[in-house]
């Protein structure tokens, strides 16, 4: 049986060391990518997932970073000991449940080629040219998530603090709203009204 984990937005410091780690075993050992580049500035304004154990093991990572009507994910890695157990599997649908919460449709990504069928099971599908990079092959592949298209679930117009609220965990009250500062945003039904 696979040992549980869990699997979430990098809070602290121990948690973005953690998922470094598992970055650097993955692409600079077991890969032979040189440091320059597997991390770059990205690193700092990306938003970092990592998975651990229970004991506080660490297990896997990615790292999502936001553009203009589309979210990229990247740096999707899982140690050797812990693959084929599916986590991959919970690392994409958790990746990809965040981004919607935040009204994302369009996914981009650069796969291995070697796991592309892992990505198509998720309706991904091949764009561009094939490319290599630290003596791999890698494919461009784009999700239009057509289906999921929804009204996140926090935007300009709705209460205030929801905005405020921190990025692993939007479905929960922040420490604005809890210590009584929240402010129903009704504004946004009238502007929408005079578009």
């Known amino acids: 049986m696979a040992p549980s984990i869990t699997i979430k937005v990098v809070e602290n410091e121990d948690e973005r060391f953690k ?21 770059d500035l990205n690193d700092h304004t990306a938003t970092q997932i990592v998975g651990i154990t229970p004991e506080g093991e660490p297990v896997l990572t990615a790292r999502v970073r936001y553009f203009n009507g589309f979210a990229k994910i990247e740096r999707l890695s899982i140690r050797s000991q812990y693959r ?10 958790f990746i990809l449940a965040l981004c919607r919460q935040k009204g994302f449709s369009l996914f981009y990504l650069h796969a291995q080629a070697r796991l ?12 561009g040219a094939h490319f290599t990079f630290s003596d791999h092959d890698y494919l461009e592949m ?19 603090m929801l905005l ?22 009704g504004w946004r039904q009238a502007m929408m009204a005079k578009v």
């Open 19 to 39: 998922a470094m780690l598992v970055r650097a075993i993955v692409y600079m050992h077991e890969q032979q990518c040189p440091y320059s580049e597997e991390f």
């Open 84 to 93: 084929g157990k599916g986590y991959a599997h919970r690392l994409l649908r």
């Open 116 to 127: 592309a069928d892992f990505y198509q099971q998720y309706g991904f599908r091949v764009v």
């Open 142 to 160: 784009v999700l239009h998530d057509h289906a999921e298209q929804q009204q996140p679930s926090y935007c300009i117009g709705t209460a205030p």
């Open 164 to 185: 405020n609220r921190p990025e692993n965990s939007p479905g929960n009250a922040g420490p604005l709203e809890r210590n009584g500062h929240a402010e129903e945003g």
